[in-house]
């Protein structure tokens, strides 16, 4: 195995043009494209930020909901988002740790999310987000 240790990649066609290709060598995909923007770990029941990338601050909106406001911006609201697991107690049990979690773009400084189950909105210790896209 080939190793490459780097501080820096720069395309050759141009500076942001890095393309990868998969293990098959049957598909490629922009580098820049595969790498997250916006990362948090969220504490509603605090609140508190517990880590963060890209963010600047958090909102506690209400029971079970949260917005979360970016450093930088994205350029356009179809980034794509991903909300992780959650628990409403800690430790979390099977029970208590199904439910819904949403997180969609608002606008391209802003995620709003919650937290549910059934038809209850709940503050939970552990509310984790992600997204992609392109930094305005």
Known sequence: MSEIITDKL?????????????????????????????????????????????ISSMGDDAQGKHSANFTTNMSAVTSVSLSAIHSYTDPANSTQGIGQQELGTVNTSQLKGYTAYNTSYYDCYHVYGQQWGDLA
Do not use: R
């Open 10 to 54: 720069t395309g050759k066609t141009s500076a942001g043009d890095v393309t990868i290709t998969d293990a098959n060598n049957t598909t490629t995909m922009s580098l820049q494209d595969t790498v997250v923007k916006t990362l948090f770990g969220y504490d509603q029941t605090v609140p508190e930020i517990d880590m963060s990338m890209n």
